[in-house]
Structures are given as C-alpha cells and as structure tokens.
C-alpha cells in the first residue's frame, strides 16, 4: 500500500507546509522576474510642501495604468490628505527615481464606494501594469502583493507578499444588533459586491497598491483592508488582510479615460 492512500489527506498537506508550503503556492520560477516589473509600475503616495511641518508625509501606494501617468490608489488616502488641507502638496514617489521631492499629481476621478482614486502624475517615465481579468478570481488561487508597508520609515522600497484568495465574500453582512448599523454598513448592505480576503499580510502603508498574479503579473485587485474593514468586522478585528476586485473600478475608469469631443470644426461661409 502507498504512503499516500494510508495517510489522511489532511496529514499531507500539514507535512507539506512544514516542509516549505501547500503544493500549488509556491511562486512560479520566473516570479523574481515579474516582480522587478510590478516594482517599476508602482509608486507612493503623500505630500511634500517645504512649508509646512511636516515638510513630507506618507499615505500609501498606487500603481500606474498608462505611460501618461495615470496612477490609480485608494480613495480614503484622498480624504486623509483633505483633512489636512494638503491637496495642493500632493505627490507621487518613485522608488527608482533619482527626484526625491516627488512628481506633482492632481485628481482625475474618485469613486467613494469601492473606495478607488485616479491621479494624473506630471513629470517623469511611467511603466503600466496590465489590469487582468478579477471577475473570474477563484478562491484558492494564488496572489502577490507588492507596496510601502510603513512609507517612508522604511525607506522607498517596496516590499512584496506572497499567498492565495482565501475567500471572495460581500463587503458587509448582516448584523445581530441595529447598534452595529451605521451608514457604511447600511450602504454596502444595499447595494453589495464581493470582496478578496487573503492570506498574505498587508501592513499599514500597503493600501492602494496592486494585487497581481503572481504568474503573469496582471492586476486583480487593489489592496484595501482599512476601508473593508469597516463594514466586515463590525464586532471583532481579526487583523485579515483584504483588496478591492480590480473589474470595480472600470465604470470609473472608463469615464475618466474616454476620449474627450474635440471642438468642432469652424465653418466659414463661402
């Protein structure tokens, strides 16, 4: 009799992942690959204005969509910098980028429910990340995050976590008590959409930046555990990390990209 019929199934996985990790997760062999060209389409987001005390701050991570700078990230980093009045000092930051004061960038479009933003960055070489197909994102299927966990104490370097979609549920769920409700719950409960839960650690700093697949490099999701949070764990706070499917942000995507009407042509009278 085999070693693998006399074992329970349960006993081999255990065995697997003490031996170095579940067959099926490990990283494809050219990952080092695609991550060097995930590093080079991602940037950090914050404000610098010499002026003000602090001169430099950090808010998170985004990643561009086209050569022509636009970059996409989360919206409550927005509304974070308009607290704080600094809208005007807002900036992108390269890690390869010899110009450490940043690259000026201005908002293009926001979408408060799914909690995206579209910058527009000025001034510099931008590579774009291809956005996959997140619509038909399976649990189990591996991932890869990549952003500035903790900005800027530790340093411009991007870091980059490997693991699965453990779930793919709804932003909110019923709760037991009308004391849990509040006006984010009852929106996502009206009008809910599936969320991934994962089983890589993002860490503060990380939101905004790209969830990909770790074969190709593709984007599926834009990592967000701040904002889900707030409707997931309405009673406890589990420490999960979660992102945003990256099919929610193509109604905002393609009505801030669409080509804009020229003027029209002048008509002079014969």
Same mark, same amino acid.
């Given at each position: 009799?085999?070693?693998?019929?006399?074992?329970?199934?349960?006993?081999?996985?255990?065995?697997?992942?003490?031996?170095?990790?579940?067959?099926?997760?490990?990283?494809?062999?050219?990952?080092?690959?695609?991550?060097?060209?995930?590093?080079?389409?991602?940037?950090?987001?914050?404000?610098?204005?010499?002026?003000?005390?602090? $001169? !430099?701050?950090?808010?998170?991570?985004? &990643?561009? =969509? #086209?050569?022509?700078?636009?970059?996409?990230?989360?919206?409550?980093? *927005?509304?974070?910098?308009?607290?704080?009045?600094?809208?005007?000092?807002?900036?992108?930051?390269?890690?390869?980028?010899?110009?450490?004061?940043?690259?000026?960038?201005?908002?293009?479009?926001?979408?408060?429910?799914?909690?995206?933003?579209?910058?527009?960055?000025?001034?510099?070489?931008?590579?774009?990340?291809?956005?996959?197909?997140?619509?038909?994102?399976?649990?189990?299927?591996?991932?890869?995050?990549?952003?500035?966990?903790?900005?800027?104490?530790?340093?411009?370097?991007?870091?980059?976590?490997?693991?699965?979609?453990?779930?793919?549920?709804?932003?909110?769920?019923?709760?037991a008590s009308s004391k849990l409700l509040d006006g984010d719950t009852i929106? $996502? !409960?009206?009008?809910?959409?599936?969320? &991934?839960? =994962? #089983?890589?650690?993002?860490?503060?700093?990380?939101?905004?930046?790209? *969830?990909?697949?770790?074969?190709?490099?593709?984007?599926?999701?834009?990592?967000?555990?701040?904002?889900?949070?707030?409707?997931?764990?309405?009673?406890?706070?589990?420490?999960?990390?979660?992102?945003?499917?990256?099919?929610?942000?193509?109604?905002?995507?393609?009505?801030?990209?669409?080509?804009?009407?020229?003027?029209?042509?002048?008509?002079?009278?014969?």
């Amino acid at each position: 009799m085999s070693l693998h019929r006399s074992v329970p199934p349960i006993l081999l996985l255990a065995a697997a992942a003490l031996a170095g990790g579940v067959p099926g997760r490990e990283p494809p062999p050219n990952f080092p690959d695609i991550v060097a060209r995930v590093r080079c389409g991602i940037g950090a987001v914050g404000t610098l204005n010499p002026a003000k005390r602090p $001169a !430099l701050e950090f808010h998170a991570s985004g &990643f561009f =969509l #086209d050569d022509r700078g636009r970059f996409l990230t989360a919206n409550h980093v *927005l509304d974070a910098i308009a607290e704080r009045k600094r809208l005007a000092d807002l900036r992108v930051f390269l890690p390869s980028d010899a110009d450490t004061n940043g690259h000026p960038a201005t908002v293009l479009a926001r979408d408060p429910k799914h909690d995206l933003a579209l910058l527009e960055v000025k001034g510099g070489q931008f590579f774009p990340l291809e956005l996959g197909d997140s619509s038909r994102a399976r649990e189990g299927q591996a991932i890869a995050l990549t952003g500035f966990p903790f900005g800027f104490f530790l340093g411009l370097h991007p870091t980059t976590c490997v693991g699965i979609i453990s779930g793919i549920s709804p932003i909110a769920i019923p709760v037991a008590s009308s004391k849990l409700l509040d006006g984010d719950t009852i929106e $996502a !409960l009206r009008n809910p959409f599936n969320v &991934f839960q =994962l #089983d890589a650690t993002a860490h503060p700093g990380h939101s905004g930046g790209p *969830l990909f697949d770790p074969a190709t490099g593709k984007v599926l999701g834009l990592v967000n555990s701040g904002f889900i949070r707030k409707t997931k764990e309405k009673v406890i706070s589990t420490g999960i990390s979660y992102a945003m499917p990256i099919h929610l942000a193509k109604p905002m995507l393609d009505e801030a990209l669409k080509p804009k009407p020229g003027p029209l042509p002048l008509k002079v009278d014969k």
